[in-house]
């Protein structure tokens, strides 16, 4: 069974950047839309942004648009996610998993952004 190693988060000032990468340890399938969640304190999971096999990304929280970027190498089975211009409200704990019901495998730990000075 795939399982999802997301890492690369960490503590940054606001206005800073980090890279996230999110590994399988087995193939995805093809048919795969690929999405990054966060989940802030409090707050439920919510989808940021999602990527389709062919690499065509969609970013389906408004705020991120022009910070964040997604991305993927189907090669490696990892995709990532590019964060500039991080803000205080970014900080959450961010996950990947399949998305808009296309796929879904079992959640990883996730990996912890804190932006914070």
């Known amino acids: 069974q795939v399982q999802l190693v997301e890492s690369g988060g960490g503590l940054v000032q606001p206005g800073g950047s980090l890279k996230l990468s999110c590994a399988a340890s087995?193939?995805?399938?093809?048919?795969?839309?690929m999405g990054w969640y966060r989940q802030a304190p409090g707050k439920q999971r919510e989808l940021v942004a999602t990527?389709?096999?062919?690499?065509?990304?969609?970013y389906a929280d408004s705020s991120v648009k022009g910070r964040f970027t997604i991305s993927r190498d189907n090669a490696k089975n990892t995709v990532y996610l590019q964060m500039n211009s991080l803000r205080p409200e970014d900080t959450a704990v961010y996950y990947c998993?399949?998305?808009?019901?296309?796929?879904?495998?079992?959640w990883g730990q996730g990996t912890q952004v804190t932006v914070s000075s």
């Open positions: 990527i389709t096999s062919g690499g065509t990304p969609n």
């Open positions: 998993n399949g998305a808009l019901y296309s796929c879904t495998y079992p």
């Open positions: 087995g193939s995805i399938s093809r048919f795969c839309i």
